[in-house]
């Protein structure tokens, strides 16, 4: 859960959701004001309707017929909410349903409110206090409880619209995330798959011209560059690798017949320490050459292939050279079978294995295994030479690149580049682990689903 708030898409939709939250909460407060000042108002002007007609009353049958009238009114069921009152000077209650008044008038009239007696205990009376000229007070009033209950309603109904309007805004914010999620992903995984070696990937178009169809359109023409550059450079690897070793092998060839000429000790060990420098040029273009082609053949023929099979010939054919150093192959290979292309399979091994006895040291064991893990074939190849730093696990793979501990070896450098290219190329997991001592290399490989 936490890992999600560290999402800026989920901050996104969480601060914007709270922000839609607190303005439906401001509409709310400023629609219950708005209600509950018209709900007084409206309570004022029927009181003072009411107030007007009494006083026409007062004013034509004097105070015997306003008697007459409230008393009449207060006995009548359609005015239950309502309040009338005739107070004497004295302060006794001359007509109304009220023997008594529990509030204080104002000295000069006005608008009051108490508590209501006849009402349940939250009700008031709004009412407007008239002081008449010949002595006396007229009240004339409204309970609130009708006005009441109909607000703690709207402020309920309120509350229940405001949580399902939470719950709505946690809704589209999911969909709203997983929409955008969604739309991102499909360029995003586009660009993985780009970035593990398939140039010929490219973002789903969508129509139209926002901010998603232009970004897919944006990233083909630029994944279209990518592969244009790096097919130049392909070619360009590709082309100079042919012109460089057709004069090298004839400049060996040409040595070689010296050497087969020639008599001297000197001229022997210099056209020997000369052939030498040719052959290991003449494996760094042949390395270069397989490296372009793997790189370059977006689809290479694939089939059913025994990699228990390929790993033990690998082995087999460094068996006689480990031995010169004294050191031991130990296999523990089990049956697995995938889809591939053998011959760079069996050049992946070998590059490995190759590695390993080079760098292991003399009287060493190297570990070869190969087993099934779930849906997975995994070759492990184990040594206990100096291994490689955590840091520079990923730069080994760049091509040329020799660490400093390596200086001294013979090889281009090209070994594990090649390794990564034929990994990429059978979808594999490729992974530098440290052996302790040594260097620890695993590879998993998808088993073919039956």
Same mark, same amino acid.
């Given at each position: 859960?936490?890992?999600?708030?560290?999402?800026?898409?989920?901050?996104?939709?969480?601060?914007?959701?709270? &922000?839609?939250?607190?303005?439906?909460?401001?509409?709310?407060?400023?629609?219950?004001? +708005?209600?509950?000042?018209?709900?007084?108002?409206?309570?004022?002007?029927?009181?003072?309707?009411?107030?007007?007609?009494?006083?026409?009353?007062?004013?034509?049958?004097?105070?015997?017929?306003?008697? !007459?009238?409230?008393?009449?009114?207060?006995?009548?069921?359609?005015?239950?909410?309502?309040?009338?009152?005739?107070? +004497?000077?004295?302060?006794?209650?001359?007509?109304?349903?009220?023997?008594?008044?529990?509030?204080?008038?104002?000295?000069?009239?006005?608008?009051?409110?108490?508590?209501?007696?006849?009402?349940?205990?939250?009700?008031? *009376?709004?009412?407007?206090?008239?002081?008449?000229?010949?002595?006396?007070?007229?009240?004339?009033?409204?309970?609130?409880?009708?006005?009441?209950?109909?607000?703690?309603?709207?402020?309920?109904?309120?509350?229940?619209?405001?949580?399902?309007? +939470?719950? %709505?805004?946690?809704?589209?914010?999911?969909?709203?995330?997983?929409?955008?999620?969604?739309?991102?992903?499909?360029?995003?995984?586009?660009?993985?798959?780009?970035?593990?070696?398939?140039?010929?990937? !490219?973002?789903?178009?969508?129509?139209?011209?926002?901010?998603?169809?232009?970004?897919?359109?944006?990233?083909?023409?630029?994944?279209?560059?990518?592969?244009?550059?790096?097919?130049?450079?392909?070619?360009?690897?590709?082309?100079?690798?042919?012109?460089?070793?057709?004069?090298?092998?004839?400049?060996?060839?040409?040595?070689?017949?010296?050497?087969?000429?020639?008599?001297?000790?000197?001229?022997?060990?210099? &056209?020997?320490?000369?052939?030498?420098?040719?052959?290991?040029?003449?494996?760094?273009?042949?390395?270069?050459?397989?490296?372009?082609?793997?790189?370059?053949?977006?689809?290479?023929?694939?089939?059913?292939?025994?990699?228990?099979?390929?790993?033990?010939?690998?082995?087999?054919?460094?068996?006689?050279?480990?031995?010169?150093?004294?050191?031991? %192959?130990?296999?523990? *290979?089990?049956?697995?079978?995938?889809?591939?292309?053998?011959?760079? %399979?069996?050049?992946?091994?070998?590059?490995?294995?190759?590695?390993?006895?080079?760098?292991?040291?003399?009287?060493?064991?190297?570990?070869?295994?190969?087993?099934?893990?779930?849906?997975?074939?995994?070759?492990?190849?184990?040594?206990?030479?100096? @291994?490689?730093?955590?840091?520079? !696990?990923? !730069?080994?793979?760049?091509?040329?690149?020799?660490?400093?501990?390596?200086?001294?070896?013979?090889?281009?450098?090209?070994?594990?580049?090649?390794?990564?290219?034929?990994?990429?190329?059978?979808?594999?997991?490729?992974?530098?682990?440290?052996?302790?001592? @040594?260097?620890?290399?695993?590879?998993?490989?998808?088993?073919?689903?039956?």
């Amino acid at each position: 859960m936490r890992a999600r708030f560290h999402s800026g898409l989920h901050r996104i939709v969480l601060i914007y959701g709270c &922000l839609l939250l607190i303005a439906f909460g401001v509409v709310g407060a400023v629609s219950f004001w +708005a209600f509950d000042h018209l709900l007084e108002r409206d309570i004022e002007q029927a009181v003072t309707l009411e107030y007007q007609a009494l006083m026409e009353v007062y004013r034509s049958d004097g105070r015997s017929g306003l008697i !007459r009238t409230i008393a009449e009114r207060s006995q009548s069921p359609n005015n239950r909410d309502a309040v009338y009152l005739l107070i +004497a000077p004295s302060g006794k209650v001359l007509a109304g349903r009220r023997k008594e008044l529990t509030v204080k008038l104002p000295s000069r009239g006005g608008w009051i409110r108490y508590p209501s007696r006849d009402a349940p205990e939250s009700d008031e *009376v709004l009412a407007f206090a008239h002081q008449l000229r010949g002595g006396g007070w007229l009240v004339t009033g409204r309970t609130t409880g009708a006005q009441e209950r109909l607000r703690e309603l709207i402020t309920r109904l309120g509350a229940v619209s405001l949580a399902l309007l +939470a719950l %709505l805004s946690v809704l589209l914010g999911w969909l709203l995330r997983r929409s955008i999620n969604r739309s991102l992903l499909a360029s995003l995984d586009t660009v993985d798959r780009v970035a593990t070696g398939h140039l010929d990937e !490219r973002v789903p178009e969508r129509p139209g011209n926002d901010g998603f169809a232009r970004l897919g359109r944006t990233l083909n023409r630029m994944l279209d560059r990518i592969q244009d550059l790096v097919g130049g450079i392909q070619h360009s690897t590709d082309a100079i690798a042919h012109d460089l070793r057709t004069p090298l092998m004839r400049l060996k060839a040409r040595l070689e017949a010296i050497e087969a000429d020639s008599a001297g000790e000197a001229s022997q060990r210099n &056209l020997d320490a000369a052939i030498a420098e040719i052959d290991q040029l003449v494996a760094t273009f042949n390395s270069l050459l397989r490296l372009a082609r793997i790189e370059a053949t977006q689809t290479a023929p694939m089939e059913a292939i025994a990699l228990d099979a390929v790993v033990n010939d690998a082995a087999e054919l460094w068996q006689a050279l480990a031995e010169t150093k004294s050191q031991h %192959l130990l296999m523990r *290979v089990a049956r697995a079978s995938i889809v591939g292309d053998r011959d760079l %399979l069996f050049q992946m091994v070998s590059n490995l294995l190759d590695n390993a006895i080079k760098y292991a040291g003399e009287d060493s064991d190297i570990s070869v295994t190969l087993t099934r893990e779930g849906d997975e074939a995994v070759l492990v190849i184990s040594d206990q030479g100096p @291994g490689i730093a955590d840091d520079q !696990r990923e !730069r080994v793979f760049d091509r040329f690149v020799r660490l400093e501990q390596h200086r001294g070896t013979v090889g281009s450098g090209l070994g594990l580049s090649v390794v990564r290219a034929i990994a990429i190329r059978h979808g594999a997991d490729l992974r530098l682990e440290s052996a302790r001592p @040594g260097l620890r290399v695993r590879l998993a490989f998808a088993l073919p689903q039956h």
